[in-house]
């Protein structure tokens, strides 16, 4: 099709969700408003996304999509748009483009059978090395739109080359960690570093209500502000967070988790410098980023966020929660009331935020059975709410002896209970970095996870159990599910001799037995 610079067309662009991608489209109407200065853009998007692209300076109207597709096309017809942009391109969007009655409609290729055919088979495509950004760009080909802008049109992008002025005092320093627990666990020597660098200046740390109790009571953190990531709160929270950042008047922004979300609240702030990873899915929206190496361990690339102020290489100091205050007589009483006094305790957490991340139960069940029979030692499971009922289905399958504390105690507990812990059995998962950050010898089993991926026990004294030779691993970063291959070897492949043999060793390596 051919288009004239001075028709002024009346363009509607679908792109219904989610956060993520809504953000990514900005460059779309940049380039659009480019070849076409006097046409009208309106965005389609979900009502609880109206909020993200509002305000943009290329983007003239916000609709959002009604209670059917019938309903959200009678209200397009309406309108009279001469031209349809699909960014969605699924079975609801291009129903909605089937019935507006636009003449001039284009779609963006998702590549879905390619994407499909790489998780079933590994089957690799060139296709998928592009990022969706270009994907969206090259839809507007079929307007011989000229793709001006490849960049996500964002009003501070100037400041992408942004240093510190010498003059500059900074007085506070904010630092955004809104991952799981182990994450956050080894967010801590980016905290105490930042602070030893910067002795007048206030750290505040941007978290989950689930993690605050790790941060709250360090020293060198002088607040803790809140971000909730679940339920209808989830979109509306981002703008929340943003605006408590921004009341506090933030100097730099550190931002360790990878999250788009992350990246945008941090945006959102106005801090004047945000320095994220090279890799985050947001990276277009911080003024500096820093290089990702899978090939060093979590708590030494959250260091590195630190070169983004000074040019200096940052190894990681030991991980610690000792100086935590903790609700001690809280478990003085359970210790007491599941008669847990004078004995030699071994905690056990089997679970985990990702099903595939487990150890099977019945595993469990029979290695807890053999602690306690062979070595006469006492075990404790641990673990969150969602962690009580197969607690206690491992408690009953032990033969009974097994103490059940998951759902019982809170994050606070936990820290002050894994001081009574002389061994600590665990899945891939937040608990394993609490236990080495107390100094727990921790005994970890991975199945989908690998190594390699970073997020292995920190610290000497430590092991790992996994299944060598497996192609299919690491099957993601963070598990799954499900075992995409069906068989799960990577977890039932492990057995309980060797988590028996292993936990032994470390016991009498410690002198506990």
């Keep these: 099709m051919s288009e004239h610079i001075n028709e002024k067309p009346k363009i509607l662009v679908i792109r219904l969700s989610s956060l993520g991608d809504i953000v990514l489209s900005s460059p779309v109407y940049k380039n659009l408003k480019a070849k076409w200065p006097n046409s009208h853009i309106a965005l389609l998007v979900k009502k609880q996304f109206a909020d993200v692209l509002a305000g943009h300076p290329d983007i003239?109207?916000?609709?959002?999509?009604?209670?059917?597709?019938?309903?959200?096309?009678?209200?397009?017809?309406?309108?009279?748009?001469?031209?349809?942009?699909?960014?969605?391109?699924?079975?609801?969007?291009?129903?909605?483009?089937?019935?507006s009655g636009i003449p001039n409609k284009v779609k963006y290729n998702k590549n879905t059978v390619a994407r499909r055919l790489y998780v079933k088979y590994r089957k690799q495509s060139p296709e998928l090395e592009k990022h969706t950004l270009d994907k969206y760009l090259d839809a507007l080909k079929a307007w011989d739109v000229p793709i001006v802008y490849k960049e996500?049109?964002?009003?501070?992008?100037?400041?992408?080359?942004?240093?510190i002025p010498e003059s500059k005092k900074i007085e506070k320093i904010g630092i955004?960690?809104?991952?799981?627990?182990?994450?956050?666990?080894?967010?801590?020597p980016l905290v105490a570093k930042t602070a030893k660098m910067f002795p007048d200046a206030k750290i505040i740390v941007i978290t989950r209500p689930e993690t605050e109790s790790i941060f709250k009571h360090m020293p060198e953190v002088s607040e803790v502000i809140l971000n909730r990531k679940k339920g209808l709160k989830k979109i509306t929270d981002v703008f929340r967070t943003a605006a408590e950042i921004k009341k506090r008047n933030i100097d730099i922004l550190l931002v360790p988790h990878r999250s788009f979300r992350s990246a945008l609240t941090a945006y959102l702030s106005g801090v004047p410098i945000r320095i994220g990873f090279s890799s985050s899915?947001?990276?277009?929206?911080?003024?500096?980023?820093?290089?990702?190496?899978?090939?060093?361990?979590?708590?030494?690339?959250?260091?590195?966020?630190?070169?983004?102020?000074?040019?200096?290489?940052?190894?990681?100091?030991?991980?610690?929660?000792?100086s935590i205050p903790t609700p001690?007589?809280?478990?003085?009483?359970?210790?007491?009331?599941?008669?847990?006094?004078?004995k030699i305790l071994i905690g056990v957490h089997p679970g985990s935020a990702w099903p595939t991340k487990c150890w099977p139960e019945d595993k469990y069940a029979e290695l807890l059975k053999r602690v306690?029979?062979?070595?006469?030692?006492?075990?404790?499971?641990?673990?969150?709410?969602?962690?009580?009922?197969?607690?206690?289905?491992?408690?009953?399958?032990?033969?009974?002896?097994?103490?059940?504390?998951?759902?019982?105690t809170s994050l606070t507990d936990l820290m002050a209970l894994?001081?009574?812990?002389?061994?600590?059995?665990?899945?891939?998962?937040?608990?394993?970095?609490?236990?080495?950050?107390f100094g727990v010898p921790t005994l970890a089993i991975f199945g989908p996870t690998t190594k390699e991926l970073g997020f292995f026990p920190y610290?000497?004294?430590?092991?790992?159990?996994?299944?060598?030779?497996?192609?299919?691993?690491?099957?993601?970063?963070h598990g799954g599910k499900k075992c995409p291959q069906g068989h799960f070897k990577c977890m039932n492949d492990i057995t309980v001799e060797e988590v028996f043999k292993n936990a032994k060793e470390m016991l009498q390596e410690n002198k506990v037995i």
């Design 176 to 188: 955004f960690q809104t991952s799981f627990i182990g994450d956050s666990v080894l967010t801590t």
């Design 372 to 408: 306690q029979k062979e070595l006469g030692l006492a075990c404790v499971i641990v673990g969150g709410g969602k962690d009580a009922d197969l607690g206690e289905r491992i408690r009953h399958a032990s033969g009974g002896d097994t103490t059940d504390l998951a759902g019982k």
């Design 152 to 163: 996500p049109a964002l009003s501070d992008w100037a400041y992408k080359n942004a240093v």
């Design 60 to 99: 003239d109207e916000i609709i959002t999509l009604k209670s059917s597709n019938l309903a959200t096309a009678n209200e397009i017809k309406k309108k009279h748009f001469t031209h349809l942009l699909d960014l969605h391109s699924n079975f609801r969007s291009m129903s909605i483009a089937a019935l």
């Design 281 to 322: 899915e947001g990276k277009f929206l911080y003024t500096k980023t820093v290089p990702f190496s899978w090939m060093i361990h979590d708590a030494e690339r959250n260091l590195n966020l630190l070169s983004g102020i000074v040019k200096e290489k940052f190894q990681a100091e030991e991980l610690n929660l000792k």
């Design 328 to 342: 001690d007589e809280n478990v003085a009483r359970l210790l007491k009331d599941y008669n847990l006094e004078g």
């Design 459 to 477: 610290g000497k004294g430590h092991r790992v159990i996994e299944v060598k030779g497996l192609e299919c691993r690491p099957c993601a970063l």
């Design 418 to 437: 894994m001081r009574h812990f002389k061994l600590f059995i665990t899945n891939d998962s937040g608990p394993m970095h609490i236990a080495t950050a």
